[in-house]
């Protein structure tokens, strides 16, 4: 037991940055994780170390090849003593070396090989990160994978240019992290409990020092409903009638016997706060659609906890919650003594408590309604059931679903499926943009497959391959039905990188890339939808649906 602890110690110190970042249960999600590596080339080395130091669980690399003089060039993980040896083995080995607590794997093979003797490999891991793999390969991967619903990150680095696609049919978000959230205070949904605390608390009997260390959401909250008494129980809309709130409660702060106004800070604050303390409760556009949806509306036995929750959610929201979303239960850091403080902050944890209460009632009913009536139970190791924990953070992060459902691969490279009308915007962009070099990239694979190699590559003299490449990219947008050209400067670019995979560049996108995998694995954070691009010359990016 006790080295049990320490092992817990441990880790708990090696990992303590990222559990502030995504908690226990993220962290636990890391180590669960298997991980798939197609290739070993700089750029996938590169997103494997930067999952393998956070602690994944395993890892396997598999790649058929060799290493290779132009492979010690731009690999870190590989090294002269390397060349001619399997790449798969030398870089597991070396990266294992990065993290004690991650397993690593090979398998010397291709994966064309794999996809048509043993396609059943893939399916035991949590994701596929697939790097510089040619079209064919690609798609059929891609299939294999959509059919078993195992996300799939393909990233590719060509030269000067970082390419990343996330493909994974369906991916819920329960902690997405907003970087800008609004405090949950219900001033416009006033709840009884809060209402009763206010009301409780006698502003014009209060002895000085009380007065100055009232909360401000107390204070808020009681010249918010003299404003309400003077205009029809409404709330103050526009900036000319918060401007009149605000001139309220400064008229509230004492005077002193020389007729200057105190200093009190909490009033300050009330003032401050008052527009961000009153925007308006609702349920925001993004979960809406999530109750609109056919996942959420039509549940049966085989329905994902996500939905089973979002379900029961909804319900709340229509009954129980008046039209709001559970009470977050959480309240900011304010100017005020600790006993008041500390009841108003109970206050909000007993109705977020309550209303958390509400949503398990509903699950369990749900549960029972299609069949899956199994207990709820508290601890997830010894069941496979929705538990409290689950519902506790879906309620306090209800504002905050997110769900990305991206395009298959194959629709995206079909001709009548392919996304004409984003990629005619930016091919008709007069300065053209960073989305140009995905035509690009499709262009020099038109190539490959005509030419059983890539523009340029192991050639001193890349002219004679500029108009073939050109004719490619014509054919391309010919099937795509586009009329636009891509300029001379950028075909000839393409030529003169020869397919090369440039270290820095590779590095840059082996941690964009591992964050996005990282961002899967925990269902933390909210990955992209589903194409990124990296401009290495102007260091530019964007990201696309495509």
């Not at 605000?246 to 002193?256: D, F, P, R, T």
């Not at 039509?298 to 009954?319: D, G, M, P, Y």
């Not at 496979?384 to 679903?401: D, G, M, Q, S, Y």
């Amino acid at each position: 037991m006790a080295e049990t602890k320490a092992n817990a110690l441990d880790k708990n110190n090696k990992y303590d940055r990222q559990l502030r970042l995504w908690g226990d249960h993220g962290q636990s999600a890391l180590e669960s994780a298997r991980v798939c590596l197609i290739n070993a080339t700089a750029t996938g080395t590169e997103i494997l170390k930067n999952v393998i130091l956070p602690g994944i669980g395993s890892f396997t690399i598999v790649d058929g090849n060799k290493v290779q003089g132009e492979d010690v060039g731009n690999n870190f993980f590989l090294n002269v003593e390397s060349i001619g040896k399997s790449r798969a083995q030398v870089a597991t080995e070396l990266l294992s070396e990065l993290n004690d607590d991650v397993t690593g794997n090979f398998v010397e093979e291709n994966v064309e090989t794999l996809l048509e003797s043993n396609a059943e490999f893939f399916s035991s891991f949590s994701i596929i990160i697939a790097t510089n793999l040619h079209e064919k390969t690609l798609l059929q991967l891609g299939e294999v994978l959509w059919d078993k619903n195992i996300p799939l990150l393909v990233c590719r680095c060509y030269g000067f240019i970082g390419y990343l696609r996330l493909v994974v049919k369906e991916h819920t978000i329960v902690e997405s992290h907003p970087d800008n959230s609004l405090e949950d205070l219900r001033l416009d949904h006033p709840f009884a409990a809060f209402h009763s605390f206010c009301d409780s608390l006698d502003m014009d009997g209060m002895s000085k020092k009380d007065h100055s260390h009232t909360p401000w959401l107390v204070i808020l909250y009681k010249y918010l409903q003299q404003w309400k008494q003077m205009h029809d129980g409404e709330m103050p809309k526009n900036y000319r009638e918060k401007t009149q709130l605000k001139e309220m409660i400064k008229k509230g702060i004492l005077i002193n016997e020389n007729g200057v106004p105190e200093v009190e800070e909490n009033f300050d604050e009330a003032v401050n706060n008052v527009n961000s303390a009153l925007v308006p409760t609702k349920v925001p556009s993004e979960v809406q659609k999530l109750f609109d949806d056919p996942c959420c509306t039509e549940l049966n036995s085989e329905s994902k906890s996500f939905w089973i929750l979002c379900r029961a959610l909804k319900e709340f929201v229509q009954n129980e919650g008046k039209g709001c979303l559970p009470l977050r239960g959480t309240i900011p850091d304010m100017t005020a003594d600790s006993e008041r403080y500390i009841q108003l902050q109970n206050v909000y944890r007993e109705q977020a408590a309550a209303d958390t209460s509400a949503v398990h009632n509903r699950v369990y009913s749900l549960l029972e309604d299609i069949g899956r009536d199994e207990p709820l139970c508290v601890d997830p190791k010894t069941c496979n059931v929705i538990t409290e924990n689950e519902i506790k953070t879906f309620c306090r992060n209800a504002a905050f679903l997110r769900l990305v459902r991206c395009r298959s691969l194959a629709e995206e490279y079909g001709s009548d499926t392919a996304n004409k009308e984003e990629l005619n915007m930016h091919l008709e962009s007069e300065e053209g943009d960073d989305v140009l070099f995905y035509i690009l990239l499709r262009g020099v694979d038109r190539f490959y497959e005509e030419y059983n190699r890539y523009p340029g590559l192991h050639n001193d003299d890349v002219e004679p391959d500029t108009p073939k490449l050109k004719t490619c990219l014509s054919k391309l947008l010919h099937d795509w039905g586009l009329s636009g050209n891509v300029k001379d400067d950028y075909v000839h670019e393409m030529c003169r990188y020869g397919a090369s995979e440039i270290h820095s560049i590779a590095s840059y996108m082996g941690g964009v890339g591992a964050q996005e995998v990282i961002k899967v694995l925990t269902a933390q954070f909210v990955p992209i939808n589903n194409t990124y691009i990296y401009n290495g010359s102007t260091q530019t990016s964007t990201t696309v649906a495509l």
